[in-house]
């Protein structure tokens, strides 16, 4: 139902100028903010993120900046000073990512069209990995900054990101070789402001980082098939990437970004563990809305031809999300979906007498 209502905008408002847009694409950021904020047991770590609460909740603000990631922490430690729960935690995160995200789509020539080939991904990833949907909403509010020129507002995007998920790190060298061709100035300040980030948010998360995800060689069902899927639209954008109409400046930045997957896969190949290279893929995810949601306008200047190639990208994007859905091996922790709008009676007492145990 989600994916169909941005599907269906997407060739309702297409033809209309961007002051029409804007409104629609707003209130579908309400819309996922919603659909994202207060869901209800939905994602295998719900229980995780709901003990790590129940502890930040009963301590002050220094030790709940270090009891998680630092951003992370210090939404914890709010949601549970203003008495919102969990689901407040979700709805400030469902936040930072739905404002990220539209206003990567605000930029895009069909941000309607962008949005619901991001809908999947909404459902897997943003719905599941609460720390990692804001560093990627964050990675995104940061992509729309370069390409307006303003990178003291990406650098510090960027920095917000590390301190919701520390594995954002890995978007700090991408962007400061793409920030490196303009101005020296722009690269000392991306240098400086990254080191700081690091030393401030990262360096005590990284022998935690490599003990869990490469020393312990976990490994994720599906890892090479989602890496595949940001490699397949890299590869026709390195390939075709004159004929998508994007800045010189984002033209640099989403080239690294297809560099990026196409390593990820060689490195998933060598790597002890396909989760640590599945979790950094995360990051790319972003290249990939953008260049299936330009497809039509890059190949096809003819309406009806734009018009099929924009079917086929949402074909191919409602398929990704039913064969997930139906065949994922994880994919009862998101099925069926609940809401705090409409969660039943014995789902609430349920919630209590847990909330007791705990």
């Known amino acids: 139902m989600l994916f169909a209502f941005f599907a269906a905008a997407g060739f309702i408002v297409a033809t209309r100028p961007p002051s029409q847009q804007r409104p629609a694409l ?53 949601s549970a000073q203003l008495g919102l729960g969990v689901s407040g935690v979700n709805v400030i995160c469902a936040a930072i990512f739905s404002f990220g995200l539209i206003t990567l789509c605000r930029d895009e020539p069909n941000p309607p069209l962008t949005l619901a080939v991001a809908v999947p991904y909404l459902v897997i990833v943003v719905t599941g990995y609460t720390r990692e949907s804001v560093a990627v909403g964050l990675v995104m509010l940061a992509a729309s900054q370069y390409g307006r020129g303003a990178y003291l507002r990406m650098a510090i995007s960027l920095l917000l990101a590390n301190s919701f998920h520390h594995s954002a790190v890995i978007m700090l060298p991408l962007f400061g070789l793409a920030a490196s061709h303009d101005r020296i100035l722009n690269l000392v300040l991306f240098v400086v402001l990254g080191v700081t980030g690091y030393y401030v948010f990262v360096q005590e998360h990284v022998a935690t980082l490599v003990r869990i995800y490469i020393q312990a060689s976990f490994n994720s069902s599906g890892a090479a098939v989602r890496i595949l899927m940001d490699v397949i639209p890299a590869v026709i954008f390195l390939s075709f990437r004159r004929r998508f109409g994007f800045s010189a400046k984002l033209q640099r930045l989403w080239s690294l970004f ?21 979790r950094l893929a995360l990051y790319l995810v ?18 009806v031809r734009n018009l099929f190639l924009a079917v086929t990208v ?19 922790c998101w099925v069926p979906y609940r809401n705090y709008i409409w969660k039943s009676p014995s789902e609430r007492e349920s919630k209590h007498i847990l909330g007791r145990i705990v």
């Open 26 to 78: 707003w209130i579908g950021g309400i819309i996922l903010v919603l659909f994202i904020g207060l869901r209800f047991k939905v994602g295998c770590d719900w229980d995780s993120y709901v003990v790590l609460y129940r502890l930040i909740s009963r301590h002050d603000l220094l030790a709940a900046l270090r009891a998680s990631d630092p951003g992370y922490g210090l939404v914890n430690w709010l």
């Open 286 to 303: 972003p290249m990939q809305i953008v260049v299936l949601a330009r497809l039509p306008t890059a190949f096809s200047t003819v309406r």
């Open 314 to 332: 949402l074909a191919y994007s409602l398929a990704v999300e039913i064969v997930w859905l139906n065949f994922g091996v994880y994919s009862h």
């Open 258 to 278: 297809a560099l990026a997957a196409i390593a990820a896969l060689v490195i998933l190949y060598f790597s002890p563990s396909s989760t640590a290279v599945d």
